[in-house]
């Protein structure tokens, strides 16, 4: 019984770590496709502008409302 519950814990830690790495790489391949995105919506909002590049605009009343 012994043996039964320590190959257990070694497979159940096993497969922890790989989940862990999947998740890792998911997460990596999401960055990479918003990365993506934003480069096709700035390229998109240039090309459809005159060649200007979006402007930000900051308020100095940091008030709320």
Known sequence: ???????????????????SRARQKIMHAVCISNNKQIFIAMNGYISGNDSQSPVAFFKEDTSPG
């Open 1 to 19: 019984m012994l043996v039964v519950v320590a190959t257990t814990g070694i497979l159940i830690s096993l497969l922890l770590t790989s989940i």
